[in-house]
């Protein structure tokens, strides 16, 4: 039996920068929730945008949020990783002292931003719908950096950029079209299904995962029954089994034993 199902948002749950769910989702999984099984959303975003996103079902499912460096169920901390403040701020001067790039801070229940372009903090609270604090020097925030994230204005076209200036402190992650994240090593995606496996006492066998990206491949690698969205790059495909156009047509087919 499929007990625990799990899903990326942006390219997999949510297409074509959709920023809600599809109507009638919600009620899919609260289908799904009464049949004894999880379901998870897994996503770079932070915690309350994702509560806010399942709205219906936001205290029924669990939360990967940060690319798995928080992991909630039901208001409990399932898991949670801290960024060392040192290397936090040595990873944020070198984003702020190039040119037009952002940089967010994450906290458990808010953003933290010193925008160079006041658009860029109007974006994160009205179109990806945030929580966010705005501050004259993000280097004095006192909470515990949980990610760190770059943001390009017109897309993040230098991965291999960013990763090579970031060799030796963080590995670096797409998430979504204009967000590069820093993430520590050992904590992604990936871990965070570890950590809700052993909250629910799962086996991998018993677990569905969604993905279409490079920040999924840790989660559909930790995974028996990994699903990858049609337009995947190939190696996210090479992990999975199974293929899909819209997520709601399998959790349908969850729904009716087809998997069990």
């Known amino acids: 039996m ?4 799990a899903s990326d948002l942006d390219g997999t749950l949510l297409l074509n920068h959709a920023q809600s769910l ?4 919600a009620k899919l999984i609260h289908e799904l929730t009464k049949q004894g099984r999880i379901f998870a959303a897994a996503s770079g975003r932070q915690y309350p945008n994702l509560y806010r996103l399942f709205h219906g079902v936001e205290d029924e499912i669990a939360y990967i949020c940060e690319n798995g460096a928080l992991v909630m169920y039901q208001g409990e901390v399932v898991d949670k990783h801290i960024i060392d403040r040192e290397l936090g701020q040595k990873i944020m001067k ?18 933290y931003v010193q925008p ?10 009205h179109v990806v719908k945030n929580n966010v604090t705005v501050v004259d020097d993000i280097f004095k925030v006192e909470e515990p950096y949980i990610k760190i994230s770059l943001y390009e204005k017109n897309g993040s076209q230098h991965y291999e950029e960013w990763a090579e200036r970031f060799k ?9 079209m204009e967000w590069l994240d820093t993430i520590q090593e050992g904590v ?8 809700l496996e052993k909250r629910f006492n799962v086996k991998p066998e018993e677990i569905m995962a969604f993905g279409d990206n490079y920040n999924d491949l840790e989660m559909l ?15 996210v495909k090479k992990l999975c089994p199974y293929r899909t156009a ?4 399998t959790l349908r087919e969850i729904l009716e034993g087809k998997y069990d």
């Open 94 to 111: 070198i984003i702020l002292d190039h040119g037009d790039t952002e940089v967010l801070l994450s906290g458990m229940n808010t953003c």
């Open 188 to 195: 992604d995606k990936g871990s965070a299904m570890r950590a």
């Open 246 to 249: 819209l997520v709601e047509d």
């Open 168 to 176: 030796g402190l963080m590995r670096v992650v797409t998430s979504g």
């Open 221 to 235: 690698a930790a995974v028996k029954n990994g699903v990858a969205m049609e337009n995947s790059p190939e190696a």
């Open 22 to 25: 599809n109507p009638g989702t």
């Open 116 to 125: 160079k372009d006041p658009a860029y903090a109007e974006h994160l609270i």
């Open 2 to 5: 499929i007990k625990l199902i």
